[in-house]
């Protein structure tokens, strides 16, 4: 029995490095490590990601896979859930490094099966409205960052944040985690993070308009 890691990072999110970090602090190691990087877009299947196919191809019956969470293996809700159904199928546990989720593909009692497969039905349905409103974040910092170009317009303070960062209170603030939590694994003040989790999209405008 194999434990495999599998992580996929877009060109604005976190890094590759972070994501295996915070799956080792959370105790986790792994005999096998499948990463995607700059492999992004809601539209895009798990099964056209070149590490993404080729883990879905590695596993069997027994091993257990860790993902930072479930989006990661699809971002829309068809994709997350045909993937999460066919590794469970097949006898796979799915941990979830947020949250510590844990999908028992081993399972045969009925009720246990249905609560598990209502709960992955919801967070897939999540995974999908969270990636579609952070592209609208984002748009919205793109076409407000145009709007300096040419012109010597006050671009307001400095963000605290880089992009890694802002994803990281992104996706923690979005799955129940705290504040204090978020500061300790960013190292940013608990008054950045909460700034952010009061108006995200101008957190995104503020990285676009100083470029990060």
Excluded: C
Aim: proline fraction near 1%; charged fraction near 30%; avoid cysteine.
């Amino acid at each position: 029995m194999q434990t495999v890691f599998y992580a996929r990072v877009s060109t604005t999110d976190q890094t590759i490095e972070h994501q295996q970090r915070q799956a080792e602090d959370a105790g986790h190691r792994f005999d096998r490590v499948f990463m995607d990087d700059g492999e992004s877009g809601i539209n895009k299947k798990l099964a056209d990601r070149p590490a993404g196919k080729e883990m879905m191809g590695y596993l069997r019956a027994g091993d257990s896979l860790v993902v930072r969470w479930i989006d990661r293996l699809g971002r829309n809700y068809e994709d997350v859930t045909s993937n999460i159904r066919e590794l469970l199928e097949r006898g796979v546990i799915i941990k979830t490094i947020i949250n510590g989720m844990v999908f028992d593909g081993s399972t045969t009692d009925p009720m246990q099966k249905a609560v598990r497969d209502a709960l992955v039905a919801f967070m897939s349905a999540m995974a999908q409205a969270q990636g579609e409103a952070t592209k609208i974040a984002q748009r919205a910092g793109i076409e407000h960052a145009k709007a300096f170009e040419g012109e010597a317009k006050y671009k307001g303070r400095k963000p605290a944040y880089n992009r890694a960062q802002l994803a990281t209170v992104r996706d923690g603030l979005g799955h129940g985690m705290r504040a204090m939590e978020l500061a300790k694994q960013t190292g940013l003040s608990r008054s950045t993070i909460y700034r952010i989790k009061d108006d995200y999209i101008a957190a995104e405008k503020a990285l676009a308009t100083w470029g990060k």
